[in-house]
């Protein structure tokens, strides 16, 4: 679907909100040059709703029940997308990690990375969130692409997909 797919996908976990109210004011400004401060930031909101979400396991690894747990609950009634969702999930924890280990402890990553709130969770998110831009694209993962104007085209065919194959669509479609 042309234009849909374009944005990154930021998830549905509804502790995202939460943690997007608590750390907000901690965003850098927009002219801030700083990037260890956005890697600061960033990292920090996503353990945050990793740790709301029960993701982290122990020795800081993702703890893949929870996230089976979350697809469960999440996608309970729209079983594709969950497959992709745990899919992601099991490409990212294994890529991520080998990659992660590799550049850890280069003196470029020790300083970007420097303050930051357990950054491999931050990478495996980043990897999640872009998986459906490297691999495929499902129907579920369309959103429209705010600079080619495609909302409206987007949104239709999600909706008849989800209609082919009888699901009910997602709540905020339907809004």
């Known amino acids: 679907r042309n234009g849909c797919c374009s944005d990154i996908f930021m998830g549905d976990n509804p502790n995202m909100i ?7 004011a901690k965003m850098p400004d927009d002219n801030d040059e700083d990037t260890s401060k956005l890697m600061k930031f960033m990292s920090c909101f996503v ?17 893949m029940k929870m996230v089976k747990l979350e697809a469960e609950t999440l996608y309970s ?15 990212c924890r294994t890529h991520v990690q080998t990659e992660f280990n590799l550049m850890k402890n280069t003196p470029g990553a020790k300083s970007l990375l420097r303050n930051s709130c357990r950054p491999f969770f931050l990478y495996l998110h980043m990897c999640v969130m872009e998986y ?5 694209c499902p129907y579920f993962r369309w959103k ?19 209609a082919i194959d009888g699901i009910k669509p997602p709540l905020m479609d339907l809004l």
């Open 77 to 91: 009634q729209r079983p594709k997308e969950k497959e992709y969702f745990l899919k992601s999930y099991d490409h």
């Open 18 to 24: 939460k943690c997007m109210a608590i750390h907000s």
């Open 144 to 162: 429209p692409d705010m600079m080619s104007g495609t909302d409206a085209n987007c949104k239709e065919a999600r909706a008849k997909c989800y």
């Open 132 to 136: 459906h831009q490297k691999f495929e």
């Open 47 to 63: 353990e945050c709703f990793y740790k709301k979400s029960k993701f982290i396991g122990k020795g800081d690894t993702l703890n």
